[in-house]
């Protein structure tokens, strides 16, 4: 005569505590990943447009017949990078253009432009940022040469 022997185990103690681990385990784990996703996301946003604006800034302003309109033209082509990105920042305070000699647009001469953006790290209330400077600034420069066959304004 075979005997078969039953165990019993008492599994209702365990119901349910897979599900709680896993859902803790996750909000460590992805929350925090998802910010920093969010974070690089602005950051590489904010790389595109310095980089745009300065190119085109710079271009622009050594395409112009004068310094007045292509101080002008430098602002305006900065502004619609910026825009294009999401960034709301003015672009004449971001802008800075700089020339090796004066005038700007003489012949030869090189033109920097410099765009920076201060990116707001998201989700901070602004009480903190009150206490503690919360933003990442974004550089970018471009360097243009005026050509030099043409005709000096």
């Known amino acids: 005569m075979v005997r078969r022997v039953r165990a019993r185990v008492d599994v209702r103690g365990e119901t349910g505590n897979a599900v709680v681990e896993f859902l803790a385990l996750s909000l460590v784990l992805l929350v925090p990943l998802v910010y920093l996703v969010l974070v690089l996301g602005r950051l590489e946003a904010a790389t595109f447009a310095t980089e745009g604006a300065a190119r085109d ?5 050594v395409a112009a017949q004068d310094a007045e309109s292509a101080a002008a033209r430098a602002v305006a082509v900065t502004g619609v990078a910026l825009q294009d990105q999401g960034f709301t920042d003015d672009p004449a305070a971001a802008l800075t253009l700089t020339c090796e000699s004066v005038p700007c647009l003489r012949p030869g ?22 206490v503690v400077p919360l933003e990442v600034p974004v550089r970018s420069s471009h360097v243009a040469v005026v050509d030099t066959y043409r005709a000096t304004p």
């Open 109 to 130: 001469t090189d033109v920097e432009a410099e765009v920076e953006v201060r990116v707001p790290l998201p989700f901070v209330p602004g009480f903190v940022r009150d």
């Open 57 to 61: 800034a710079a271009r622009v302003y």
